[in-house]
């Protein structure tokens, strides 16, 4: 794969977060986001909390809950990332106009 190919595959993989960074910025302004925002923390809590008292069970016992709590963990992540970015870009573009001026 030669430079320009890369480029355009970087440039079409922004372009791509760009999108979704709009759409999950529109959705993490909503009581739903809240909502769901706290249902992770909820879990965390729950899952600390079922580990400390129960001290008998063996740990394999609390793996399928570790795993949501990881794949709830990734998928936020996932979307904060795609935010950061649309915020970066638009910072770049701002300094650019700045310095335009």
Do not use: C, H, V
């Not at 992770?40 to 570790?66: H, M, V």
């Amino acid at each position: 794969m030669d430079n320009q190919e890369q480029s355009e595959q970087q440039k079409e993989a922004l372009a791509e977060a760009l999108e979704r960074g709009e759409a999950f910025e529109g959705m993490t302004r909503s009581k739903g986001w809240e909502f769901a925002k706290a249902y992770y923390q909820r879990k965390i809590q729950t899952f600390a909390s079922s580990l400390l008292l129960n001290e008998g069970k063996p740990i394999t016992e609390f793996e399928n809950e570790r795993r949501e709590l990881i794949g709830l963990r990734k998928f936020l992540g996932f979307i904060e990332n795609d935010i950061k970015i649309l915020e970066d870009e638009r910072t770049k573009a701002k300094a650019k106009g700045s310095a335009a001026k």
